[in-house]
Nanobody, 124 residues
Framework: QLQLVESGGGLVQPGGSLRLSCAAS????????IGWFRQAPGKEREGVSC????????NYADSVKGRFTISRDNAKNTVYLQMNSLKPEDTAVYYC?????????????????WGQGTQVTVSS
């Protein structure tokens, strides 16, 4: 069974950094595009970033461009989201999701496989 597990969330002060990890169980990630999404209390889920299966294509929400970096290590079967210069408005539950080789479903928030999420709280 295809499973995704997020880790690396926590409490960080504004301006700080966190690195989220999305690990796969039961399959290898190298054949899948991986997207990161987040959902804050009372708000709709939004796409944050996505990376193609090869790693050759990435995209970012305008709100995180220049601060977040998505990457993948297929040898470790893991995708990362490096988050720098964090702001209180980045506070949310962050989810990773998988689909076919390209980030087509990511645009619509429709990726077939999802993790359970990890909480990120940015607060002083």
């Amino acid at each position: 069974q295809l499973q995704l597990v997020e880790s690396g969330g926590g409490l960080v002060q504004p301006g700080g950094s966190l690195r989220l990890s999305c690990a796969a169980s039961g399959f290898t990630l190298d054949g899948y595009a991986i997207g990161w999404f987040r959902q804050a209390p009372g708000k709709e889920r939004e796409g944050v970033s996505c990376i193609s299966s090869s790693g050759g294509s990435t995209n970012y929400a305008d709100s995180v461009k220049g601060r977040f970096t998505i990457s993948r290590d297929n040898a470790k079967n893991t995708v990362y989201l490096q988050m720098n210069s964090l702001k209180p408005e980045d506070t949310a539950v962050y989810y990773c999701a998988a689909e076919g080789r390209y980030c087509a479903g990511y645009v619509w928030g429709r990726m077939p496989y999802w993790g359970q999420g990890t909480q990120v709280t940015v607060s002083s």
